[in-house]
């Protein structure tokens, strides 16, 4: 994977969720709805932080350290429509963040240029990662990221409270 695959990544992400929040703006709840999203936004940065250190600590290779950046980037897409939707995030009451995350990722051009390969574990780390069991029957590959990413999303709420 290129730096300009992973920036390319990076701007869609950031585009994707400067739209959201802009959508609200002009409804009388934005102020809520703008700290919310942003709430996320920082949230998913701060995990992308995270798992580049995971990736750092367990030798991954380069280009393995470039996916599990972009798993940890794009994990918690869904939460965006989640919110402005429902405006909760809580699952229970709207809708799986994980597997909207994953309609997003499939619907979007977000991952335009990266390989099948890189997409499929990115799509599938955003939608496995809140989980309570992994499906048994994952490829171990996968699995690598999904617990890479699963990992650094409950590092980072842990360190919230």
Excluded: W
């Excluded at 992973?6 to 709840?29: V, W």
């Excluded at 809580?90 to 997003?104: M, P, Q, R, T």
């Excluded at 619907?107 to 335009?112: K, Y």
């Amino acid at each position: 994977m290129t730096f300009h695959q992973i920036d390319f990544c990076r701007k869609s992400f950031m585009q994707y969720a400067e739209e959201k929040l802009h959508s609200g703006k002009n409804t009388p709840d934005y102020a809520f709805i703008k700290e919310n999203i942003l709430l996320k936004l920082h949230h998913s940065m701060r995990v992308c932080g995270i798992a580049k250190r995971i990736a750092n600590e367990e030798a991954f290779s380069e280009s393995e350290k470039n996916t599990a950046y972009l798993c940890a980037l794009f994990h918690d897409i869904g939460r965006f429509d989640q919110f402005l939707k429902f405006k909760t995030f809580l699952d229970a009451k709207s809708v799986n963040h994980a597997e909207c995350g994953y309609e997003i990722l499939i619907n979007s051009a977000v991952l335009d240029g990266v390989d099948v390969e890189t997409r499929s574990i990115i799509m599938n780390s955003t939608r496995f990662h809140n989980r309570q069991n992994v499906p048994e029957n994952i490829d171990p590959y996968l699995l690598k990221f999904v617990n890479l990413t699963r990992d650094a999303d409950k590092i980072d709420i842990l360190e919230l409270f």
